[in-house]
């Protein structure tokens, strides 16, 4: 078992579930009432042309949300190929992985005061499991320096 290669699957898992959390909440979180029935309703009516195109808060709204579950599920699948390759390919990837933890972090950062702590603890783990798996890749000496 090469930890780097389990670290960083846990990672995918990790925004896996992420992915299907915040696709599911932008889809299909429930009223919570009269006030915010009329808040989100206010948001869908009021129209705008910007760009030659009508229109409404609630279409930015729902847009980010959906561009952000895309970019959700890419991270899944970086995490997993990652995962994957850096047991052969450990100079190649350990960047990947550092880079990866810092946008992690970034997420969580930017997590703790828009939102609540699921995310935070999300990106805040996945950081944390992604700086490890790059410290604990080692790398390989190339053919010719082994003999």
Do not use: C
């Not at 279409?59 to 599920?73: I, M, R, W």
């Not at 350990?94 to 997590?111: H, M, N, Q, T």
């Not at 939102?115 to 790059?134: D, E, K, R």
């Not at 604990?136 to 000496?141: C, L, M, T, W, Y």
């Amino acid at each position: 078992m090469y930890v780097p290669s389990v670290l960083t699957r846990i990672v995918a898992v990790l925004y896996l579930i992420f992915t299907f959390a915040h696709t599911f909440g932008v889809l299909g979180t429930p009223s919570r009432g009269e006030y915010e029935d009329k808040l989100l309703d206010s948001l869908q009516k009021y129209t705008f042309e910007f760009m030659g195109t009508e229109l409404s808060h609630w279409k930015f709204y729902q847009g980010s949300s959906l561009l952000f579950s895309v970019n959700l599920a890419f991270l899944t699948v970086l995490a997993w190929y990652l995962a994957g390759n850096v047991k052969a390919h450990p100079s190649v990837v350990r960047p990947i992985l550092f880079l990866f933890s810092i946008v992690s972090f970034a997420i969580a950062v930017l997590s703790y005061p828009h939102f609540f702590i699921l995310p935070v603890i999300f990106s805040g783990v996945s950081s944390v499991l992604l700086t490890a798996a790059g410290i604990r890749a080692k790398s390989v000496k190339p053919a010719s320096a082994r003999t």
